[in-house]
């Protein structure tokens, strides 16, 4: 079988051959010529036949333009020393030196990777399992119930809920967490509680646990709508081959949220760069080793300065837009191997 | 391959859109508000864009609206021209992110208002108006008693930030009800043992009475703040005579006061205080206004003894709010101990003026005249914004008001026609008016006239303002360097990765003193020799 290109070229070649033979040209070339001609004539002929519908495309095609091309210009920062004061200045690639070699530039890099994938992993993970428990859940009102009550952490903007962890889990007196632990004797009742936010060893638990519990309701609607589409005739047919429910789970359910599952991973792998606003309200200067990204070290460097450098800022954003982009590829690969069509 | 391309294009877009969305408008092509053309004889200005941190009690919900619409009543009085003020007030805590968003964006403002570390980077940066001879030719300058404080400001001879008052800073407050029930005296509290003691017994002998051990000896925002000076004012007693931050030496040598053994002795006090617990643990991560809250708050547990605080305005506000949650009727301002010695009053806040960089200067000048020069009249407009609005903030009309009505805590309070009273305040009416943005004890030019018996009738603001200037020493000078401008995020978070690696994790110091050299080493080196090459 021929490549798309081979049979492109055989219907232009059938297509001149009957240009030569209906007599509108007498030799190859002129009837190539007429081809091209017929071709660009379909094209304005085709816009025009659908010209409501490309003058309805037009306001969505300027906002994009202007709102994500733009901005696309000030790339070229990225090559300047450029501050809120002055004219920007040309220094080359020297705001990359400085970027690759700042530590705390690279800790950032490793972090977003570790703390965006493994927050995917995890939440995905959660999402299916209580996806399995809601659909084998025989009370329709306490299904309900617990879906809106799993939904709704979903709709609490970050800084809220930064603020109740952030009262619940602290190491002072009125720190709830700390309260029952020491309650418990499980620390000291008279020593210091443990600082969940301040503490290295702890901060990343606390994250994917926040995580976890703000977005797994959410994550569940997908797999609940692939679920409620499971033929019943399967497990019509794993009961009467003496399946038990387990089983039915196992071998009904799960294979038939495998492809979700890895759909649902794939979509949200494009988009593991862009990790910011969980991280900013829950972190401090204590954790940064642990905790700090890429979008929050942006953050600090231009926001904390009162004269930052945006060159250096653009640059690390270029960085991060390229390992982004090069993430939506690798994905854009991966469900074609998988699910047979891209992304893109 | 075109998808490909496309991929990466719009990956790209998408995140640039974050990170580079300013399109680029360099301080040359900074423009004014204001319409109408240039002249070099006289400009005419028909508004003024302000930007402000929360100095200005006359917030939104304290009747900004009344407040403007006087000074605009006030300015067409005294020039005859119509002036719109448009105040942008940022947020107090994250003025510094905010104002960087705002010339992100290309949005610069008239006139703003600059804590001193700002301003220290913004000098000699070329945004800034030279107002040396506008200040020189001021309107006010025969009223000035403190001519010092603005002559400080000048850098190689320019001023480029003009203050209406002195910095202020602060001391620590300690609750009376807490000392009595330890069985101690804030006049007995002279050494740095005597200190600590204090804090151990407000820590372990439950001094709110509740029968548990939840309260701590003191509490602040942070070990060190940073990045804002003079950095260590929150927790004076522990750092003493530590200066933390790049600062000129007796012998005018500059230094990195963070890598001198008074720090290293400082962060050791620090380490202990928090391994004993008297020190509130969620210091680190409480904002000024978390901080500030605990100890006020109405429940105390968490709560703690001593805090240090802004002097003046803030002992009778600290005070306001301990009786209105029933907590305590007395704050004690402790007297330096011997080895803080003084507390310090910090650079001062200046207003500073946004050159439009066209090489004309009436529009500056025009702006000078109109807003700065009015501020200091010693009459309606210095009221303005010592005091806030008439009959809003304050009035000298008769009237008679109670607060905390029905409460053990009600204060009656009348005053006869003519008689100059702060009222209640709009947002509050439990709480009574004290100021506007500038402290009538700090400011640098006296109330003239018909005002000049405009007092505030604050006892404790002025026996807190008194306090201070009797217990205060300057602060160190900022530095002027490129080369800290450019690093400073990263120095500040080495900073403060020394501070939670020994403070809260119980470091060594030395080891933690050792990474913090190895971040920025170079850096500290490379400034300190620019700054002492000058």
Redesign the interface.
């Known amino acids: 079988m021929g490549s798309k290109k081979e049979t492109m070229a055989a219907i232009q070649e059938l297509q001149v051959q009957d240009i030569i033979n209906t007599g509108l040209a007498n030799s190859k070339e002129e009837a190539q010529k007429v081809w091209k001609k017929k071709k660009a004539s379909k094209f304005w002929k085709h816009i025009w036949n659908h010209r409501g519908f490309y003058l309805m495309f037009l306001p969505v095609a300027i906002f994009v333009i202007i709102?994500?091309?733009w901005?696309?210009?000030?790339?070229r920062?990225?090559f300047f020393d450029?501050?809120?004061?002055?004219?920007?200045k040309w220094v080359g690639l020297a705001n990359f030196q400085k970027m690759f070699s700042?530590?705390?530039f690279w800790i950032s890099f490793g972090n977003t990777l570790f703390l965006s994938i493994l927050k995917l992993l995890l939440t995905t993970a959660t999402s299916v399992l209580v996806a399995v428990f809601l659909n084998e859940m025989r009370l329709l009102w306490a299904k309900k119930t617990l879906q809106t009550l799993i939904y709704l952490p979903h709709f609490m903007s970050w800084a809220v809920v930064a603020a109740i962890f952030?009262l619940m889990l602290?190491?002072?007196?009125?720190?709830m967490i700390n309260g029952i632990l020491k309650d418990l004797n499980i620390i000291d009742p008279?020593?210091?509680?443990i600082?969940f936010?301040?503490?290295?060893a702890w901060w990343r638990p606390i994250f994917f646990l926040i995580n976890i519990w703000k977005e797994t309701g959410w994550g569940t609607v997908i797999f609940l709508a692939t679920l409620s589409g499971i033929n019943p005739e399967l497990y019509e047919a794993a009961d009467i081959d003496g399946a038990s429910r387990l089983q039915k789970i196992w071998y009904v359910t799960v294979p038939a949220l495998s492809q979700t599952i890895i759909i649902v991973l794939i979509l949200n792998l494009?988009k593991v760069?862009?990790m910011f606003e969980s991280v900013f309200v829950l972190y401090?200067?204590?954790?940064?080793?642990v905790s700090d990204v890429i979008?929050t070290y942006?953050y600090?460097?231009?926001?904390?300065?009162?004269?930052?450098?945006?060159g250096y800022?653009?640059a690390?954003?270029?960085f991060?837009?390229?390992v982004?982009?090069g993430?939506?590829?690798l994905c854009?690969w991966a469900s074609k191997k998988i699910r047979g069509r891209?992304i893109? | 391959m075109k998808?490909?391309l496309?991929?990466?294009?719009?990956?790209?877009?998408?995140?640039?859109?974050?990170?580079?969305?300013?399109?680029?408008t360099?301080?040359?092509e900074v423009v004014s508000g204001q319409t109408g053309s240039e002249t070099t004889k006289e400009y005419d200005l028909t508004s003024i864009k302000m930007v402000v941190d929360g100095t200005l009690t006359a917030n939104l919900d304290n009747r900004q609206d009344a407040f403007v619409e006087q000074w605009q009543e006030a300015i067409k009085e005294k020039t005859g021209k119509d002036v719109a003020l448009n105040i942008n007030q940022l947020d107090h805590s994250g003025y510094?992110?905010a104002?960087?968003?705002l010339?992100?964006g290309g949005d610069y403002p008239d006139v703003m208002i600059m804590p001193a570390?700002?301003f220290a980077?913004?000098a000699n940066?070329?945004?800034l108006w030279d107002m040396t001879e506008a200040y020189d030719n001021a309107e006010f300058q025969s009223r000035i008693e403190k001519p010092e404080i603005n002559e400080s400001l000048k850098r190689d001879g320019k001023l480029y930030g003009f203050s209406p008052a002195y910095g202020n800073g602060c001391v620590t407050y300690v609750k009376k009800a807490w000392l009595d029930k330890v069985g101690m005296n804030a006049s007995d509290i002279k050494t740095y043992d005597d200190y600590y003691k204090m804090l151990l017994a407000f820590t372990n002998e439950d001094p709110d009475g509740n029968g548990?051990?939840?309260?701590?000896g003191t509490d602040a925002a942070g070990f060190l703040k940073a990045?804002e000076a003079p950095y260590i004012n929150y927790l004076p007693e522990f750092w003493q005579d530590a200066y933390p931050a790049i600062y000129q030496n007796d012998q005018g040598q500059w230094v990195d006061g963070f890598q001198e053994e008074a720090t290293k002795k400082a962060l050791e006090r620090l380490q202990k205080a928090?391994k004993d617990?008297v020190i509130?643990?969620?210091a680190?991560?409480d904002s000024t206004k978390t901080a500030r809250e605990k100890f006020f708050s109405n429940?105390q547990?968490?709560s703690s003894g001593s805090f240090a605080y802004w002097a003046g305005t803030w002992y009778q506000t600290l005070t306001d709010n301990l009786i209105k949650n029933e907590v305590d009727s007395e704050l004690v301002m402790l007297e330096p101990i011997k080895e803080v010695g003084s507390y310090i009053n910090r650079e001062a806040p200046v207003w500073v003026i946004i050159d439009d960089g066209d090489g004309d200067n009436s529009r500056e000048q025009a702006i000078f005249d109109t807003f700065i020069d009015t501020m200091l009249d010693g009459g309606k407009i210095q009221v303005l914004w010592t005091y806030g609005a008439e009959d809003v903030h304050w009035s000298t009309k008769a009237e008679s008001f109670v607060l905390n009505a029905g409460t053990d805590k009600e204060k009656s309070y009348e005053y006869k026609d003519g008689e100059f009273h702060l009222k209640q305040s709009p947002n509050d009416e439990n709480t009574l008016w004290k100021k506007n943005a500038m402290d009538p004890a700090l400011v640098i030019s006296p109330l003239v006239g018909d005002y000049a018996g405009f007092t505030n009738t604050s006892e404790l603001a002025a026996q807190g303002n008194i306090f201070f200037v009797q217990h205060c020493k300057d602060a160190h000078p900022s530095p002027v360097s490129d080369v800290l401008?450019?690093n400073?995020?990263?120095i500040?978070?080495a900073k403060?990765?020394v501070?939670?690696k020994v403070v809260?994790?119980g470091g060594d110091i030395d080891a933690a003193l050792a990474d913090y050299k190895a971040?920025v080493g170079s850096i500290i080196d490379q400034a300190l020799e620019d700054l002492n090459s000058k």
Do not use: H, W
């Not at chain 1, 901005?71 to 790339?75: E, H, K, T």
């Not at chain 1, 450029?82 to 920007?88: A, E």
């Not at chain 1, 008279?190 to 509680?193: K, V, Y």
């Not at chain 2, 548990?212 to 701590?216: A, L, V």
């Open positions: 709102l994500y091309y901005p696309m210009l000030g790339i920062f990225a450029y501050k809120p004061v002055g004219d920007p700042t530590r705390a952030s602290s190491p002072s007196a009125t720190g008279d020593g210091s509680g600082y936010l301040a503490n290295k494009a760069m862009n401090n200067s204590a954790v940064f080793d979008s942006i600090r460097q231009t926001f904390t300065n009162a004269l930052p450098n945006y800022s653009t690390v954003g270029l991060k837009s390229l982004g982009g993430l939506v590829i854009n891209g893109l | 998808k490909r496309v991929a990466i294009l719009l990956a790209v877009a998408t995140t640039m859109s974050l990170v580079a969305c300013n399109g680029g360099p301080s040359s510094v992110d104002v960087g968003r010339f992100a570390s700002m980077q913004y940066t070329g945004l548990k051990n939840d309260t701590y990045d928090y617990g509130d643990p969620a680190l991560t429940d547990a968490g401008t450019e400073n995020g990263t500040i978070d403060n990765a501070i939670s809260v994790e971040a």
